[in-house]
């Protein structure tokens, strides 16, 4: 069965990119739907199967890499973690297929699209089902070279297929760091599998040198790669520039997917991270420092989909924050939560985006409630699950990261305050996106002369928003809080449903006890009610701000009165620039530096030198080579008769 | 038979080399008269018509023959002419230098066994040769230079075109005809002219029973040797005037036509000599005839008079052929050469040996 | 002694054609004159008892070499006024080469004693018999080596002299 | 009886089937029966060398072994055999001169029956080398290789080719004039040990107490020939002009198996003979790889011509071949690190050479290489795209194709011996995804700039039936390793491990016809 | 031709032609010249074989003297086509022209 489930999509995808006639688009959706469907029916029995038993299972597929001492069979896993996963992506995957349907209905190449679609499919479900961390390392370049094609699927316009390249360049550093620690990891373990690693981790009851050391490098190492793939700082840049990518795209593997595979893999590398508390610091620091940061560039950002992209990084932050203090589980439910609001916000932008035409800029909207209300109550709910509002599922999970990162005992209560002011800056940013959507006056375009109204997207666009708007409510409530739970008597279904898969290994146990530590429900009760009014104030001046008016408010005041700080925010901290002037360029220069002089004169040029050398040295030889045969034939017949006389006596 | 005791072997030989030579230089100028008189009256037969007939004195016009007669006194009588740009040595020399090697290959043709006079064993060849076969070969090779130089020297194109043409031709041609004589030579096992006559003492034991191949490349290449019609592209009228001699009147065109029937005659010998038994009468072993006519001299004119008549077979051959067969084109004449005589040839050679060496 | 004779007659007309080759202006008449030295020595042969070597002498140099020059006098159509003028550099070297030769001549004529005796009427009677022998047993090899030899020259000429496909210097 | 006769001679039949075939090929009268004989002739000897393969058992010893005296006076001999270490090499050298005879086809331009012929000789004297284990046969045909390739660049070439081919030609017989210096050297040492004379390459991995200092000169001299050949940093420079010339065919089999020459003869030569010596060189050479990792990977970036990059890229790659080679660990070479360098030089053959392909591809169609020149070609050129991708990601090393294999276990095992070298090595992988993206996007995406471009042909049938196997095996060679790398394990573990002191056994002929026997060396569960 | 001429007399002349030849190689321009010399130091060679076998009193030296001659047929025809090559290459057969191993 769990074969099946990576067969399906590989299918879909052979069959859509080379086998099948290209012609029908019908066949070509169908395809790709039953493909990813097929996959998650057979994730549903696999999830069953492992559910009712709670072992994790391995299942060895073929002994794929063996030299030396190493080996790497592909072998997969199914236990709670990939479990989860591989229902997240088969089961968004099935409505973000059906919704691209509709979506990519106008254009030529879907067979294209569609193969590429479901060969991310197959990836991500190797990414998240591989036992170990090579097979894991196939998936996660592999949802990279989809990503990558992805983005460039309309390759005519040069903007996208640099896009493309960027993320797949900047992901690759990630790969470094990723592979750099499986070498690490391999060095001084010997093994690569997780299983292994973990039982070793396990029965370690204390880390001697060079154990700690190597922990820190090696969880560092992976943290680098899970910062290129979850679009952290400072690699989070090409995650913006990815919208380029059709919005289904943007919506599956950029939103709910794909760059949660960091945190995927640092949930699965848990017992590694509980071990090197130091890097636990930097991940928790950087996870804090993207949310807000990536937050304060979506507060002005008037591309929808831009707005979007940065609240992605900067859920992903939350995300990463969890992680980095320790609450993996709160984590992994952030993710599970965020790839339900956040692949139901971007279908809804997409929604959008289709029905303007692919018109992106928020400023050339306004008013669409009216003409597209199923995606205005979607969105709705969308916007109020990630702002976290109480009751959504977004409240649930940032609630706990945010608890979690109070009670850490470095610098606790700082992150807590970073991860607050993104949630209010978050807040701000959503509801300043819904209301100039979706309120207000439509806007008028002057210059366009046949001004079409926007249509309410067919059934097969709208349905895959409408489950997914349910999910966004539903799933928050796997998760509730223990504090909240006891309430009604229950508890964290979700943290309890983890606990066998991560676990602090004994040798950490003493660093991450007040993770078990008993807390006063009151200060818990107070950082959450202060979060809520929090989002309801940045929500209330976001409705103030952009609801029937001109645009003005905070954005009109920042823009009058820190016009550089406005401008900054706009220009994303001018980052990418920065990158561009400091790395890029400078690289491309000693790129040239080295063709044209080093190689060209210098190597090159010595080597010519030497033959130079040659010629010359023959040339003073060869001056009595007058080239007169007359000549040459006298010194010859003169030199024989010579020796003749010579011989003579 | 008186001796002459006054004269020792040497002399005696050098004397008879001398007259043998004469009595050969007289004989063969009288061929070109007849050979004209033949190619004129042949054609005439052959075409139902009567040809020249009509010189004569009185009554007596023998069959056209004075025609002849009187066309070599115009010949001769007639003025020179040389071309202003020729190159008069050259000019002047070309036709005795492509007389002389048909002159020498005559000579060394044993045209009948040993005569005695006085004791004295003469040999009926001017130059009795152990190498014989070789020595005609490497005469005939120098004959090209006759047609090399006349076209040369004449200074223009069609001579020119016609003698390099003439002497492509000859060069290409006597390889086969040398690689169509060592079948003979590796059969009878020597390079003596009288030699291999000797060998063929019965009819089939004639050349061209035992190497009918050897034959036919032979007879090929005797009319390309000559550049005679069909191979007679370098004097090719419709093409190159006359080619080589286009520039040659009077006495020197007169010696070219010399020279070619002699190098006919020769030739003509040369392939009774080879594959007809030479001299040797058919049937009649030279003893026999010996005991016959009761002299030996008297046999070997016998035998000199079937070597001519066999000539005269392959001389009327000649004028047979010329007027039946069209030319050839250049290309042709090369290819037949060197793609088909030349393969041909060397399969005999080795075909020859090969039997020879399985029956020995 | 009239074979002594006859050699200095031929060898006379052999160096004074041979010099006749090197020193006229027109090439076809110096080709003629080679075939002239050519023959003579092939005479030489005669008189020094090599009759086979004297018909091939005749056969190929006269025959077939020679031939090929004025051919290829003929072909390229020199002219006697185009060709034959002296190298520049000729004075001192025939000066000093006419000297050299002349003393090696010299010198070796004093030495002549050492040569050794020759074998009295040592030619065989059947000369083409034994140079035949000769070759295609003891030298059975060489001479194989030598057609291949032949066939590589006829090969080689016919693709040098073919038609240029090299770009002429002016192009 | 003839299957017997076969076997039993199967490498000299492999090394002197083309050699053969080329003869008949150059003499044959029509060009049509010359090119199918020439197929024929590749694919006999691709049958070959399958045999071969079948039949190889997976051990350590010398199989398929041939010897005959040939100056027995000076102690030289023919002698061939197939190890684990050439028989992946071997194989991709008939495969890929099969293929590029298909590719050369319809060639444009004269003496198509010539490049044919000078092909097969190629293959011959690169089979020869691959299998050659006396010193001087091994020296012999690794001068012959240069011959035909000299014609195949400077006669069918392009603007440059003259230059690019002297320069080729002298560079590398330069190096080997110092190899054969050295072997000559070693020849005379090993009389000077044991008494007899001996190129037997057996025989002279049995020299051990050669002085420090003649061992330095001699790895020298095999070194520098190698590295010439590789081309190792910065003896490169031939490179880029031999492959900008030389018409495509040339290109693919420089790059895919000739450079492969240099490594292999490192391998084979270099390493084991001079083991005391290798030890301290082993760090140079890994940094002076390591430097052409990046060295070339950043040049090609800037190249403004497709085939310049590719070339470039070479440098690179074979700089991962030399670094895995050289990660010396413990008295050991790494394993893994050796595995990889087996496995990449395979690799690579196959992914440039579909790229040098792809290039001549487009150089059909519009005689340009220009990337300025291309633009937004995946839309009139779609399978184009796909395969030149494809070949994309087997360069760059993507997981899934036989790039990762080779360059993750390089790593991996160069890791294990020195970490800073690994780290930088890997900044390869990045920038080898920079430039190899970049041509990628220059040449497929983007507007179509030029009109030229619009109405482009896609790959012919021919030349998908070039390609399409090579995509295959780029992926087949990343999803299966076990497959290529089973059979030659043991070998390679065998040099890893005993490089110090290697010894190569030779091992009896196998049986014909029962020869799964040895094979389930970790290719079952 | 039982009377022997003296071997001497053959050296000499040998000697003169060789050195005739030699001459006309080193004073003429004509290369077509140039080779009829060529053929004449060959035919002195020549000489001096066949004198030699004479002398010996075997037939080596003739053999020697025919495979000579076949040496000179091939130097005769590779040179001549050469001149031919030569002459379509420059335009004429002047030694002066053939400069290509000026240094």
Same mark, same amino acid.
């Given at each position: ?649 | ?360 | ?171 | ?525 | ?5 003296? &071997? !001497?007399?053959? +050296?000499?002349? %040998?000697? $003169? =032609? #060789? ?5 006309? @190689? ?11 010399? &060529? !053929?004449?130091? +060959?035919?002195? %060679?020549? $000489? =001096? #074989? ?5 002398? @010996? ?11 000579? &001659? ?5 130097? %005769? ?27």
């Amino acid at each position: 069965m769990i074969w099946m489930v990576l067969l399906f999509p590989l299918l879909g995808a052979l069959l859509n990119g080379f086998l099948l006639p290209r012609r029908s688009k019908l066949l070509s959706h169908g395809v790709a739907v039953a493909a990813v469907a097929g996959a998650f029916a057979c994730a549903c029995c696999v999830f069953l199967e492992f559910f009712a038993t709670r072992h994790s299972h391995l299942y060895f597929g073929f002994n794929w890499l063996q030299a030396g001492k190493f080996t790497a069979p592909f072998e997969l896993v199914v236990d709670q973690l990939s479990g989860l996963m591989i229902l997240i992506i088969t089961g968004i995957g099935t409505l973000i297929h059906i919704y691209a349907g509709g979506y990519m209905k106008e254009e030529v190449t879907t067979y294209r699209f569609f193969a590429y679609l479901n060969l991310f499919v197959f990836m991500m479900l190797l990414l998240v089902l591989g036992n170990n961390l090579l097979v894991m390392f196939v998936g996660w370049e592999g949802v990279g070279l989809c990503s990558y094609l992805l983005i460039g699927y309309w390759f005519q316009e040069e903007a996208n297929a640099k896009a493309g390249m960027k993320a797949f360049l900047v992901n690759r550093i990630g790969d470094i760091g990723f592979l750099i620690g499986i070498f690490l990891t391999y060095k001084h373990f010997g093994t690569v599998s997780f299983s292994e690693l973990s039982s070793w981790m396990n029965l370690m009851p204390t880390l001697a040198e060079p154990y700690p050391k190597a922990l820190f490098w090696i969880t560092l190492s992976f943290f680098i790669g899970a910062c290129g793939k979850s679009a952290q700082l400072p690699l989070y840049v090409w995650l913006p520039d990815a919208m380029a990518g059709p919005t289904p795209v943007s919506a599956l593997i950029h939103a709910a997917t794909m760059v949660t595979a960091g945190i995927f893999m640092m949930t699965r590398l848990s017992f590694f991270f509980y071990a090197a508390p130091d890097t636990m610091l930097i991940v928790a620091c950087v996870g804090a420092l993207t949310a807000l940061f990536a937050a304060t560039i979506a507060l002005v950002q008037t591309d929808i989909k831009k707005v979007l992209a940065y609240s992605t990084v900067s859920q992903l932050g939350y995300m990463v924050l969890a992680c980095g203090v320790g609450a993996f589980d709160a984590g992994v439910f952030h993710l599970l939560t965020h790839a339900c609001f956040k692949a139901l916000l971007f279908l809804g932008a997409g929604s959008v985006i289709f029905a303007m035409h692919h018109e992106q800029d928020m400023r050339r909207m306004g008013g669409l409630r009216k003409h597209l209300p199923i995606t205005h109550g979607v969105m709705l709910v969308g916007v109020l699950a990630i702002i976290g509002v109480p009751g959504f599922s977004g409240f649930f999970s940032k609630d706990e990261i945010l608890w979690k990162a109070f009670i850490f005992p470095t610098y606790g209560p700082i992150l807590w305050g970073i991860g607050f002011l993104a949630a209010g800056c978050t807040a701000f940013y959503m509801v300043r996106l819904l209301c100039l959507t979706f309120y207000g006056t439509p806007y008028q375009d002057k210059s366009a002369h046949h001004h079409h109204h926007p249509h309410e997207t067919p059934w097969y666009m709208w349905g895959p928003l409408v489950v997914l708007a349910l999910l966004s409510i539903g799933v928050g409530y796997l998760g509730v809080p223990d504090f909240l739970a006891h309430l009604v008597g229950g508890h964290n279904l979700f943290a309890h449903y983890l606990e066998g898969l991560i676990y602090i290994p004994a040798s950490a146990q003493g660093a991450w006890g007040h993770l078990h530590a008993e807390h006063a429900h009151e200060l818990e009760w107070g950082l959450m009610l202060s979060s809520v009014a929090l989002v309801t104030l940045a929500a209330g001046t976001a409705v103030f701000c952009y609801t029937n008016r001109p645009v003005r408010g905070v954005a009109s005041f920042l823009g009058g009165h820190f016009p550089r700080l406005h401008q900054l925010l706009l220009d994303k901290y001018r980052v990418d620039e920065c990158y561009q002037r400091k790395i890029v360029t400078p690289l491309a220069e000693i790129s040239t530096f080295l063709w044209q002089v080093v190689d060209v004169r210098v190597i090159n040029g010595c080597v010519n030198w030497v033959g130079y050398l040659l010629m010359g040295t023959s040339g003073i030889a060869s001056f009595r080579m007058t080239g007169s045969l007359h000549r040459y034939g006298f010194w010859v017949l003169a030199g024989t008769v010579c020796v003749l006389i010579i011989s003579c006596f | 038979m008186m001796q002459l005791p006054v004269l020792d072997e040497t002399a005696v030989q050098i004397i008879a080399t001398i007259v043998k030579f004469l009595v050969v230089l007289v004989g063969v100028l009288h061929i070109p008269p007849v050979m004209i008189w033949v190619e004129r009256r042949v054609p005439a037969l052959m075409q139902r018509r009567r040809g020249p007939n009509r010189v004569g004195f009185f009554k007596w016009r023998l069959w056209g023959l004075l025609q002849t007669l009187a066309d070599a006194v115009k010949l001769i009588f007639k003025e020179e002419s040389v071309p202003g740009s020729a190159y008069k040595g050259f000019f002047h020399l070309a036709p005795l230098i492509g007389l002389l090697p048909t002159l020498l290959f005559v000579s060394a043709i044993p045209f009948g066994p040993a005569i005695e006079i006085g004791g004295w064993k003469i040999p009926l060849s001017v130059i009795e040769l152990d190498i014989g076969l070789l020595f005609i070969l490497a005469v005939t090779g120098v004959g090209v230079y006759g047609v090399t130089l006349a076209g040369w020297a004449s200074n223009g194109k069609f001579s020119l075109l016609g003698s390099l043409r003439a002497s492509a031709q000859m060069i290409s041609y006597e390889i086969p005809l040398g690689l169509s004589l060592i079948p003979l030579v590796l059969i009878y096992g020597s390079l003596n002219l009288q030699q291999l006559i000797l060998a063929q003492s019965s009819v089939w034991k004639w050349g061209i029973f035992l190497s009918p191949i050897s034959f036919l490349i032979f007879l090929i290449c005797m009319f390309a040797e000559t550049n005679r019609a069909p191979f007679d592209l370098s004097e090719g009228e419709s093409e190159l005037v006359a080619g080589f001699h286009t520039e040659y009147g009077s006495a020197k065109f007169a010696l070219f036509f010399l020279g070619e029937y002699v190098a006919m005659f020769a030739l003509s010998c040369l392939c009774s000599v080879l594959f007809f038994g030479g001299w040797q009468i058919p049937f009649v072993a030279h003893e026999q005839l010996v005991s016959l006519t009761g002299s030996v001299n008297i046999a070997a004119l016998c035998g000199v008079m079937a070597l001519l008549l066999k000539a005269a077979f392959f001389m009327w051959l000649y004028v047979w052929v010329r007027w039946t067969l069209p030319r050839f084109r250049y290309d042709q004449l090369m290819k037949i050469g060197w793609k088909f005589l030349l393969p041909l040839g060397l399969a005999n050679v080795c075909v020859t040996a090969l039997v020879l060496a399985a029956l020995a | 002694m009239v074979e002594v004779w006859f050699f200095y007659f031929f060898a006379a007309i052999a160096v004074v054609a041979s010099l006749g080759v090197i020193l006229l202006r027109n090439p076809v008449a110096a080709a003629m004159l080679l075939v002239v030295t050519l023959c003579a020595l092939a005479a030489e042969y005669v008189l020094l008892g090599a009759e086979f070597s004297a018909a091939i002498q005749v056969l190929v140099y006269a025959g077939a070499i020679v031939i090929l020059f004025t051919f290829v006098i003929m072909m390229l159509n020199l002219g006697q006024e185009e060709v034959g003028q002296l190298a520049g550099f000729s004075k001192w070297a025939l000066l000093l080469f006419m000297l050299g030769g002349a003393g090696v001549i010299l010198i070796q004529r004093l030495s002549m004693g050492a040569l050794p005796p020759g074998v009295p009427g040592g030619a065989a009677s059947d000369n083409t018999y034994e140079v035949g022998m000769a070759l295609f047993t003891k030298y059975l090899w060489p001479f194989e080596l030598a057609s291949l030899l032949i066939l590589l020259a006829l090969i080689a000429s016919v693709v040098i002299a073919r038609k240029p496909t090299f770009p002429s210097r002016d192009a | 009886m003839l299957l017997l006769w076969i076997h039993s001679h199967i490498a000299t039949l492999t090394i002197f089937t083309p050699l053969l075939v080329a003869a008949l090929v150059v003499l044959c009268p029509s060009l049509w029966v010359a090119k199918w004989l020439a197929l024929l002739g590749a694919g006999a000897c691709f049958l070959e060398s399958v045999h071969m393969w079948h039949y190889f058992v997976p051990g350590s010893g010398l199989q398929f072994t041939e010897m005959h005296a040939w100056l027995p006076q000076w102690g030289i001999q023919y002698f061939v055999g197939v190890d684990g270490i050439s028989l992946l090499l071997i194989m991709l050298s008939t495969f890929l001169t099969c293929l590029l005879l298909i590719g050369a086809w319809n060639f444009e331009g004269k003496g198509q029956k010539t490049f044919f012929a000078l092909l097969l000789f190629l293959e011959s004297g690169m089979l020869g080398a691959l299998m050659a284990f006396d010193l001087v046969f091994f020296y012999v045909c690794w001068e012959v290789m240069l011959i035909p390739m000299y014609f195949i660049i400077g006669v069918w070439g392009g603007k440059n080719r003259i230059y690019a081919t002297t320069k080729f030609i002298l560079y590398t017989a330069f190096g080997s004039l110092l190899m054969l210096v050295a072997a000559i050297s070693l020849y005379l040492l090993y009389k000077k040990e044991f008494g007899v004379y001996s190129t037997n390459v057996l025989d002279l991995y049995r020299l051990s107490g050669l002085p420090a200092a003649s061992q330095f000169w001699l790895f020298c001299a095999f070194a520098l020939a190698f590295a010439i050949k590789i081309p190792l940093w910065p003896f490169h420079t031939w490179l880029p002009h031999a492959h900008t010339e030389a018409p495509t065919t040339g290109s693919v089999i420089l790059a895919g198996v000739m450079l492969k020459m240099g490594t292999y003869g490192l391998l084979r030569f270099a390493i084991p003979l001079f083991p005391a010596v290798f030890l301290d060189f082993a760090p140079v050479l890994s940094v002076l790889g390591v430097i052409g990792i990046i060295y070339g990977a950043l040049v090609a970036w800037q190249q403004p011509d497709a085939k310049k990059m590719v070339a470039y890229s070479s440098v690179s790659h074979l700089g991962f071949v030399v670094v895995g080679s050289c990660a010396v660990l413990h008295s050991m070479i790494s394993p893994e690190a050796l595995t990889g360098a087996v496995y990449q030089m395979i690799n690579h053959g196959v992914s440039t050479g579909m790229l040098f392909f792809l290039v001549g591809v487009l150089y059909d169609r519009r005689h340009t290489r220009l990337l300025d020149d291309f633009g937004g070609l995946a839309r009139p050129m779609p399978w184009f795209a796909v395969l030149l991708i494809i070949a994309t990601l087997g360069s760059v090393g993507l997981p899934g194709t036989g790039g990762f294999v080779g360059e993750f276990l390089i790593l991996l095992g160069t890791f294990q011996s020195n970490p800073a070298i690994a780290i930088l090595a890997s900044l390869g992988v990045l920038l080898g995804a920079v430039y190899m993206l970049t041509l990628c996007r220059k040449i497929l995406f983007g507007p179509v700039t030029h009109k030229e471009n619009e109405s482009l042909q896609d790959v012919s049938w021919r030349e998908a039936l070039v390609l399409a196997p090579l995509a295959v095996l780029v992926i087949a060679m990343g999803v299966q390793p076990g497959f290529f790398l089973d059979r030659v394990r043991p070998s390679i573990d065998h040099l890893a491990k005993t490089y110090s002191e290697y010894r190569l056994e030779r091992v009896e002929l196998p049986p014909l016809g029962c020869c799964k026997g040895g094979c389930s060396n970790g290719c079952e569960e | 031709m039982s009377a022997m001429v003296p &071997i !001497e007399h053959s +050296l000499i002349l %040998a000697f $003169l =032609l #060789f050195f005739i030849g030699a001459a006309g @190689v080193l004073i003429r321009r004509n290369l077509i010249t140039v080779l009829m010399s &060529i !053929e004449l130091m +060959l035919n002195s %060679a020549n $000489l =001096l #074989f066949v004198a030699a076998s004479r002398q @010996v009193g075997n037939v080596e030296g003739q053999v020697m003297m025919s495979f000579v &001659i076949l040496i000179a047929a091939c130097e %005769a025809a590779i040179g001549l086509a050469m001149v031919i090559a030569i002459f379509r290459r420059y335009g004429n057969i002047k030694t002066e022209f053939l400069r290509a191993l000026r240094g």
